[in-house]
Every structure is written in C-alpha cells, then in structure tokens.
C-alpha cells in the first residue's frame, strides 16, 4: 500500500531564510512523487515532479526537492523565502494511473 | 480558456435547494476527478472518471451525483445537502494515460461551497 507522511503541519521561517518541509512516502514500487502548493481560497498549483528521471528536481519559483530512495523521502526546500511563499503545501505519491495519495498538507508562515 | 476552469467559484444553498457544480478541461486530459477539502481535514477523493467512465467512488454519500458527459466535462449534482458538506469543492484532471510517468493533476479554483 501507498502512503505518504508530512512530519510537520506547520513551519514558520522568516523572510529570506531557507525552507525545509518534509514529506516520507511508502511505496511498493517506484513511485510518482509531487509537491502542489494551495494559498487561500485557491486550487492546487504543481509545484515539481519526480518521475524517476533525476533524483534532484527543480520546481517553479525556486524550489527543489530530492529524492531519497534508501530514505523514501522526498523533502522540498528553498534556499530563501519569500513573503509570497506562504501557503499550504501538500506532497503526493502516485500509485497508479488514477490513485493520489495526498499528504495532510504543511502550512508555511513566513515572518517579515 | 486554458486550464481545468469551474463554476460558480462561490455557491451559498439551503439544505432543500438542488444546484450543480461545473468542471472544465481546456488540456485534452482523459482522467477528471472531484475532490472535497474542508477545513483541517486531508483532501478527500470523491470520484475518478476515465474517457467518461467512472472508475472510483469513494463512499461518497448518494446526495451527491456526478456526471461527465464527455472527457471536457464534469458535473456534481447536489441535492437535500447538509450543512456539514459545506466545502471547497476542487475539480482536477490529468492525462490518464497508462503506463505513462507524467500523470500530473491540474486542478481548477475550486467551488466554495455554504449550506445553509
């Protein structure tokens, strides 16, 4: 069965430090991997994806993950934030051609 | 239009009312899929529909039917709601195609729904 974890509900950073928001994923086999970010009121925009192509993806608006097998880890980070970067960030695993297994979702604050 | 649109973006209703929600794809997708968020709660998988078929039903509770009359197209008929459905209502689609690795959802605004 397919899961995936995010260890933290909520980061608070201040402007212009790096990010760090964790996700774990369990998986039988190799998976799908993605990062979306939501703000307000809004739908879910892809921020990057992992389709076992290189292991470091580069996303929109400076954020990268790593994909970290012998950690079934997938953390998305940012060298610096922005005042605009605060949302809500879920992390996804695919397990198939229609199933999404969607992460409880991180709240990031971003603190002038 | 490009994207996954839908309509309305807000909708108040009383538990009584019928109405229905409008999804688009402008991206020549195969798979739509509806999805609830309510407020501190995991996103919920509603329905999955493939080249108009539906392929998942998640226990949804039957006052809420949908329909895809074409792989553009996807309604959620609501009817006799409860204030508890009160929710953003997220349509999304993705390419469905299998055995391929870029299965990316695109999802839509969304329906902020209130019942009454």
């Known amino acids: 069965a397919q899961s995936v974890t995010q260890l933290d509900s909520h980061v608070s950073v201040s402007e212009g430090t790096p990010v760090l928001l964790r996700c774990n994923y369990s998986?039988?086999?190799?998976?799908?991997l993605f990062w979306y970010v939501q703000h307000p009121n809004k739908g879910l925009q892809l921020l990057l994806k992992?389709?076992?192509?290189?292991?470091l993806v580069k996303g929109i608006n400076g954020f990268e993950a790593e994909f970290k097998k012998s950690e079934t880890s997938f953390h998305l980070t940012k060298p610096s934030a922005h005042m605009s970067d605060a949302a809500e960030y879920f992390c996804?695993?695919?397990?198939?051609?229609?199933?999404?297994?969607f992460g409880t979702g991180t709240r990031l604050k971003v603190l002038a | 239009e490009t994207g996954v649109t839908q309509t309305p973006r807000h909708l108040v209703m009383g538990m009584t009312n019928k109405k229905s929600l409008k999804c688009e794809q402008h991206?020549?997708?195969?798979?739509m899929y509806w999805y609830k968020q309510s407020a501190k709660k995991p996103l919920e998988l509603m329905f999955v529909?493939?080249?108009?078929?539906?392929?998942e039903n998640n226990s949804v509770p039957s006052r809420f039917s949908p329909e895809c009359p074409n792989s553009s197209h996807l309604f959620l008929h609501l009817h006799t709601l409860q204030p508890e459905d009160s929710a953003l209502y997220l349509c999304?689609?993705?390419?469905?195609?299998?055995?391929?690795?870029?299965?990316?959802?695109?999802f839509g605004p969304g329906t902020r729904l209130t019942v009454l």
């Open positions: 999304a689609s993705s390419p469905g195609l299998a055995g391929t690795d870029y299965n990316e959802q695109f």
């Open positions: 998986s039988s086999y190799s998976p799908s």
């Open positions: 992992y389709t076992s192509a290189a292991t």
């Open positions: 996804v695993v695919s397990s198939g051609t229609y199933k999404y297994i």
């Open positions: 991206l020549g997708h195969n798979a």
């Open positions: 529909y493939s080249l108009e078929e539906r392929v």
